[in-house]
């Protein structure tokens, strides 16, 4: 079993064609079937079930296919840094939004000066993308605020969070000491898109206690949800360390859950089976670092009764 083995499967699973494999890799189609046939003797197990003229990747298939993107990124990524001049390290992290607009630049900035031989690319998305590119071996880890997916993701809690909700000073709920949680009711929400870990969090919360949202806005950038709460008499459930100026300088007022139901951490997430590498190491203590949730310390807010 070579890494030409490795690449020529996963061409064939991603495409779901033995032709296209043959294509891309300059073979003939016979050269991609005798591949296929010599991984399944090695490992003993069929990769690929032939239903008329189709092929459907098995359980057996899938279990390969996870660990050679990471096989074939990382003998790539060797090939590239052994042959390229400098061989200068790199290193690929992703962040979900709320980790990115409220404290990627920082953790970059702590880098750099820690590691000034790595270098690092960034990828900012919703905590589904980010799992999704650390599986196919595109990022190296990934500081998230959701709950990933896949068992074949190591998932570690580094960074307290919370939720609040948020309205504008001049809000009907703006000042109260409790809002009850059926007042939400008929109230218009700006929510994260499908696949944010904030989203998923807030939403699990109402439909369990009962409570249907009434979304107006579904938007990815957490800046332009603070300027819809703020110009449109509308509610959100966002980050407290997105929303800290907002609160502090008395913008916006925020309600709390009486019962922190809404609290969480930002995870540090990478594939189970990878090698961590010294600047992997470096990011993870610098997350960890950003402990400090003392935002609404002396600042009035609201709380949440769920009666």
Same mark, same amino acid.
């Given at each position: 079993?070579?890494?030409?083995? @490795?690449?020529?499967?996963?061409?064939?699973?991603?495409?779901? =064609?033995?032709?296209?494999?043959?294509?891309?890799?300059?073979?003939?189609?016979?050269?991609?079937?005798?591949?296929?046939?010599?991984?399944?003797?090695?490992?003993?197990?069929?990769?690929?079930?032939?239903?008329?003229?189709?092929?459907?990747?098995?359980?057996?298939?899938?279990?390969?296919?996870?660990?050679?993107?990471?096989?074939?990124?990382?003998?790539?990524?060797?090939?590239?840094?052994?042959?390229?001049?400098?061989?200068?390290?790199?290193?690929?992290?992703?962040?979900?939004?709320?980790?990115?607009?409220?404290?990627?630049?920082?953790?970059?900035?702590?880098?750099?000066?820690?590691?000034?031989?790595?270098?690092?690319?960034?990828?900012?998305?919703?905590?589904?993308?980010?799992?999704?590119?650390? @599986?196919?071996?595109? @990022?190296?880890?990934?500081?998230?605020?959701?709950?990933?997916?896949?068992?074949?993701?190591?998932?570690?809690?580094?960074?307290?969070?919370?939720?609040?909700?948020?309205?504008?000073?001049?809000?009907?709920?703006?000042?109260?000491?409790?809002?009850? @949680?059926?007042?939400?009711?008929?109230?218009?929400?700006?929510?994260?898109?499908?696949?944010?870990?904030?989203?998923?969090?807030?939403?699990?919360?109402?439909?369990?206690?009962?409570?249907?949202?009434?979304?107006?806005?579904?938007?990815?950038?957490?800046?332009?949800?603070?300027?819809?709460?703020?110009?449109?008499?509308?509610?959100?459930?966002?980050?407290?360390?997105?929303?800290?100026?907002?609160? =502090?300088?008395?913008?916006?007022?925020?309600?709390?859950? =009486?019962?922190?139901?809404?609290?969480?951490?930002?995870?540090?997430?990478?594939?189970?089976?990878?090698?961590?590498?010294?600047?992997?190491?470096?990011?993870?203590?610098?997350?960890?670092?950003?402990?400090?949730?003392?935002?609404?310390?002396?600042?009035?807010?609201?709380?949440?009764?769920?009666?």
């Amino acid at each position: 079993m070579t890494i030409r083995h @490795l690449k020529i499967f996963i061409a064939v699973a991603e495409t779901g =064609k033995m032709s296209s494999a043959a294509v891309k890799y300059f073979i003939s189609q016979p050269s991609v079937s005798q591949a296929i046939k010599e991984l399944e003797t090695h490992y003993g197990v069929l990769l690929f079930e032939r239903i008329a003229k189709k092929l459907y990747i098995t359980d057996a298939g899938k279990n390969l296919l996870n660990y050679a993107r990471v096989a074939v990124k990382q003998f790539d990524e060797l090939d590239k840094y052994m042959l390229a001049e400098g061989h200068a390290e790199k290193i690929r992290i992703g962040a979900t939004v709320t980790v990115g607009s409220c404290m990627l630049s920082s953790i970059l900035s702590r880098f750099r000066e820690r590691m000034p031989q790595v270098e690092p690319f960034c990828y900012v998305n919703n905590t589904r993308s980010i799992e999704d590119k650390i @599986l196919k071996a595109e @990022l190296d880890i990934g500081i998230i605020e959701g709950q990933v997916k896949s068992h074949d993701l190591v998932n570690t809690p580094a960074v307290k969070d919370y939720l609040v909700i948020v309205c504008a000073k001049n809000h009907r709920l703006a000042g109260r000491k409790r809002v009850s @949680l059926q007042e939400l009711r008929n109230e218009l929400f700006v929510m994260r898109e499908e696949g944010s870990g904030t989203r998923e969090l807030f939403e699990n919360y109402m439909h369990q206690s009962g409570v249907e949202l009434k979304i107006g806005w579904e938007v990815t950038c957490p800046g332009v949800i603070k300027d819809i709460v703020l110009e449109n008499n509308c509610l959100a459930a966002i980050s407290i360390r997105l929303v800290a100026e907002e609160i =502090k300088s008395g913008r916006m007022y925020v309600i709390k859950s =009486k019962d922190n139901d809404w609290d969480r951490s930002f995870n540090i997430a990478y594939y189970k089976n990878k090698y961590i590498t010294d600047s992997m190491k470096s990011v993870i203590e610098i997350v960890r670092e950003y402990n400090s949730t003392d935002i609404l310390q002396g600042i009035r807010a609201g709380m949440l009764l769920n009666d």
